[in-house]
T-cell receptor, first 116, second 118 residues
Framework: AQSVSQHNHHVILSEAASLELGCNYSYGGTVNLFWYVQYPGQHLQLLLKYFSGDPLVKGIKGFEAEFIKSKFSFNLRKPSVQWSDTAEYFCAVNAPWSGGYQKVTFGTGTKLQVIP | GAVVSQHPSRVICKSGTSVKIECRSLDFQATTMFWYRQFPKQSLMLMATSNEGSKATYEQGVEKDKFLINHASLTLSTLTVTSAHPEDSSFYIC??????????????FGPGTRLTVL
């Protein structure tokens, strides 16, 4: 079974600080990886995704993530955070289609608080 | 972009009653819809996956007779919590995918429904 772990549950940063949120998954085969964001009072939105190709993926709002297969990791980064980045971030993994449907497993989420 | 709506956004009901939550894809056809449950300070837990026109596939530990899912059309899926009890109080979120081709297709999430059972 696939699982996703996010080690940072709550991160507090000052504006302009650099961000790195950890995400590790356990699944031996090919996976697709996602980072979703949930702003206060809003629903989940896709930040970025990795299917194949360049392991460094760029998403919206200046976020990027690097897939390191040997480490089973897909960490999210942003060089300079803004107050508007305050949100909860979820890492997710999707294994290849099996049994006629697809399935995404989410990590426990990381709450990011950016202080002006 | 793809939009998914849920109705109602909030519902309060008495113990023993049934509650129906609707999930609609507004501008695309959702061949597959997913229902999640989110507990406070926890991640989303997949409850079931439904493909249009067929029975839903439930995750282990989710009672199919308790959580009835119907995906009658390409734009609508419903989750009915039958004989609700206080422990069913939670945040229910649906998502939709517009293709069953291959894997890894993006899911578009609804805003969620807060269910409170008194």
């Amino acid at each position: 079974a696939q699982s996703v772990s996010q080690h940072n549950h709550h991160v507090i940063l000052s504006e302009a600080a650099s961000l790195e949120l950890g995400c590790n998954y356990s699944y031996g085969g090919t996976v697709n990886l996602f980072w979703y964001v949930q702003y206060p009072g809003q629903h989940l939105q896709l930040l970025l995704k990795y299917f194949s190709g360049d392991p460094l993926v760029k998403g919206i709002k200046g976020f990027e993530a690097e897939f390191i297969k040997s480490k089973f990791s897909f960490n999210l980064r942003k060089p300079s955070v803004q107050w508007s980045d305050t949100a909860e971030y979820f890492c997710a993994v999707n294994a290849p289609w099996s049994g006629g449907y697809q399935k995404v497993t989410f990590g426990t989420g990381t709450k990011l608080q950016v202080i002006p | 972009g793809a939009v998914v709506s849920q109705h109602p956004s909030r519902v309060i009901c008495k113990s023993g009653t049934s509650v129906k939550i609707e999930c609609r894809s507004l501008d695309f056809q959702a061949t597959t819809m997913f229902w999640y449950r989110q507990f406070p300070k926890q991640s989303l837990m997949l409850m079931a996956t439904s493909n249009e026109g067929s029975k839903a596939t439930y995750e282990q530990g989710v009672e199919k007779d308790k959580f009835l899912i119907n995906h009658a059309s390409l734009t609508l899926s419903t989750l009915t919590v039958t004989s609700a009890h206080p422990e069913d109080s939670s945040f229910y979120i649906c998502s939709a995918s517009d293709s069953v081709k291959g894997y890894g297709n993006e899911q578009f999430f609804g805003p969620g429904t807060r269910l409170t059972v008194l």
